[in-house]
């Protein structure tokens, strides 16, 4: 999407250890409307799906599920992370290793919000390794729901999560692929 990696290359910081910063208008501070029509892109894709939820991550899934969400005019659900985990039997859990702060955490989802006549769109700003992105489909699997496919803001082509998600079969749409970034804040995308 021309729009965002022009934003991206206007506003993007690249960081030590492959991280880019786009605090300034995805995550952080986050620029409503790039997002409202990152989320009307994301429905093109997705229209023929039947998408009854978004899902996504705390915390920084969440602006844009919630844009995403918006244009398919169903709720969007974030899974929530936890460090003590409290199986109290209401709600489905699953372990993500984080690319960011190199921990691993819980991640649950109440069982109110998700059983098997959903299907389920996952959404998340990054897609580096896919740590939390196979988490979120463990979920949604766990619930009996359906996996519609995954639509990501930024997918970091030169790690492997977005390979092994494919490979999983799951249909992964990504609205900007990096294809290598420089510490002298180079970056380039892959051509759509
Ligand atoms: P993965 O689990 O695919 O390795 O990483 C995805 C998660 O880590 C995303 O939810 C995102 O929040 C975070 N993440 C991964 N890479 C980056 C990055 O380069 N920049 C930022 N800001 N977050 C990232």
Same mark, same amino acid.
């Given at each position: 999407m021309q729009l965002l990696e022009d934003r991206i290359i206007k506003d993007g910081k690249v960081f030590s250890g492959n991280v880019l910063k786009?605090?300034? *208008?995805?995550?952080? @501070? /986050?620029d409503v409307e790039l997002l409202d029509k990152m989320g009307s892109e994301v429905k093109q894709l *997705? &229209? +023929? &799906? +039947?998408?009854t939820k978004v899902l996504t991550i705390e915390a920084s899934g969440i602006g844009v599920g919630c844009m995403v969400a918006k244009h398919f005019n169903c709720p969007l659900l974030f899974a929530k992370k936890t460090?003590?985990?409290?199986?109290? !039997?209401d709600v489905y859990t699953s372990k993500v290793e984080s690319f960011t702060h190199q921990c691993t955490y819980d991640i649950i989802v109440s069982k109110d919000f998700l059983n098997e006549t959903d299907t389920v769109l996952i959404v998340d700003d990054f897609l580096a390794k896919g740590n939390a992105l196979i988490g979120l489909i463990k979920l949604v699997k766990e619930a009996d729901a359906k996996v519609a496919g995954a639509a990501i803001? /930024? &997918?970091? !082509? *030169? @790690?492997d999560g977005g390979d092994m998600v494919r490979k999983m079969g799951v249909r992964v749409e990504s609205l900007a692929i990096v294809d290598s970034m420089n510490d002298d804040g180079t970056i380039v995308f892959r051509e759509g």
């Open positions: 786009v605090d300034s *208008f995805l995550n952080h @501070q /986050i *997705f &229209e +023929n &799906e +039947n998408v460090k003590t985990l409290n199986i109290k !039997g803001a /930024i &997918e970091k !082509g *030169f @790690q």
